[in-house]
């Protein structure tokens, strides 16, 4: 219901926004009466949102092909050829990567936590954000950032007499460009945690070539969203706002998802670059995800220890900034390590001899130190595992549901 209520807030920012907007021409009038610029903003932001590298590669170099040689000078720096055809050459190697890196997984799982920890958060920052802004200027009728903050500050040029007036229209006009950047950002940050999910999905797949199918998912959206806007801009907005109210009914899993991945990228790395194995904690914990563990949401992060009285507890933070809830997981010694191939796993076992079932991951550092882990917790023994299961088990991996279902080990 919260989500609901926010996408519906957030829905009726927009058309309060559409329709509050000024503008100082006719000819801008009539396009914020039309929706038209509005339209393309928006559908604009989704889908670079979505796909940032693709976007702003594809959305750049048509910018700059229509665009008069005349007024070339005048755009944006993310559509000019010195900044996307570099992105297009990054696209070009993460494609190889993709493709012929399936076939040497051990060099390709790094670039992998590369690309998801740095390549994705710095195009976030570097593409993404400053196409939002740019969009606002266009939106509010100023050809560039700087005419639109001149007008913002400095007001339109008139005489004494309507001074006070102008001094109003400045206002309102900052007042608006301001409720638009903050729509754009927020808006921007859940489109743009969505598509980042694609590629924390394709560094924890076990299965090679899989992430080709997840990009191309993600990179099929996007060039849905952008034909559309420019073959009919009205289709285009509905399709945009179909994909943001998905990207907010998503949020709380794609969060989930998104820490996962930063920090399974991060000790993925510490592992297979510098050989880097965590000892756990001094003071008896381990830090894990939850997996099937009732009453808490897949992928929470938090600190596992076994209390005197034997029972294997669970303490986490909401957002990792609220306050510490902890749970009562079972006895430590119904539980057992499995030992993965990439991380190992706190799991329960069945009472038929080969099936068990995941309670919680835990980081790859953790490789090789599973039987001091069991003796900190005091759980029962270790256990080789090997995921046979294939796509079926990915799935349940990725959803939230069929919690109890064992796996076979």
């Not at 957002?319 to 190992?344: D, E, M």
């Amino acid at each position: 219901m919260r989500r609901w209520l926010l996408v519906s807030a957030l829905l009726i920012a927009v058309v309060l926004l559409i329709s509050a907007a000024p503008s100082e021409s006719d000819e801008a009038q009539q396009a914020m009466k039309s929706g038209e610029s509005v339209t393309r903003a928006l559908a604009t932001v989704t889908s670079t949102a979505i796909s940032p590298l693709l976007g702003v590669s594809v959305m750049g170099a048509w910018q700059y092909w229509r665009t008069p040689k005349q007024s070339r000078g005048q755009l944006p720096f993310f559509e000019r050829p010195y900044f996307w055809a570099p992105v297009i050459m990054l696209l070009v190697l993460i494609f190889i990567k993709d493709t012929f890196g399936g076939f040497a997984p051990l060099i390709k799982k790094p670039l992998d936590a590369i690309e998801v920890l740095l390549v994705n958060h710095a195009s976030l920052i570097l593409i993404v954000f400053p196409v939002v802004m740019n969009q606002v200027a266009r939106v509010m009728g100023a050809s560039s950032l700087k005419l639109l903050f001149s007008r913002i500050f400095n007001g339109p040029i008139v005489y004494a007499a309507t001074a006070h007036a102008a001094g109003l229209h400045g206002k309102f006009s900052a007042a608006t460009a301001v409720l638009y950047v903050i729509v754009g950002f927020v808006i921007t940050g859940v489109v743009w945690l969505l598509g980042h999910c694609f590629d924390v999905l394709a560094l924890l797949s076990p299965f090679p070539f899989l992430d080709l199918l997840l990009k191309a998912i993600r990179n099929t959206i996007f060039a849905v969203l952008l034909v559309t806007s420019i073959i009919s801009p009205h289709v285009g907005l509905l399709l945009a706002l179909v994909v943001i109210i998905v990207s907010f009914l998503a949020f709380g899993w794609a969060l989930r998802l998104s820490a996962f991945g930063a920090l399974y990228a991060i000790s993925l790395l510490q592992l297979l670059l510098f050989d880097w194995q965590e000892k756990p904690a001094r003071d008896g914990h381990v830090r894990a995800f939850s997996v099937g563990i009732k009453g808490v949401s897949r992928r929470t992060f938090g600190r596992l220890q076994t209390c005197e009285d034997g029972s294997l507890v669970f303490s986490y933070r909401r957002l990792l900034i609220g306050p510490q809830k902890t749970i009562v997981v079972g006895r430590a010694n119904s539980f057992a390590i499995g030992r993965g191939i990439f991380h190992p796993t706190v799991v329960e076992p069945i009472e038929s001899a080969n099936k068990h079932r995941v309670a919680f991951r835990l980081l790859p550092t953790y490789r090789g130190v599973e039987e001091e882990i069991r003796v900190l917790l005091d759980c029962v023994s270790v256990e080789d595992l090997r995921w046979t299961k294939g796509l079926a088990s990915f799935w349940k991996f990725v959803t939230e549901g069929d919690e109890g279902t064992p796996e076979k080990a």
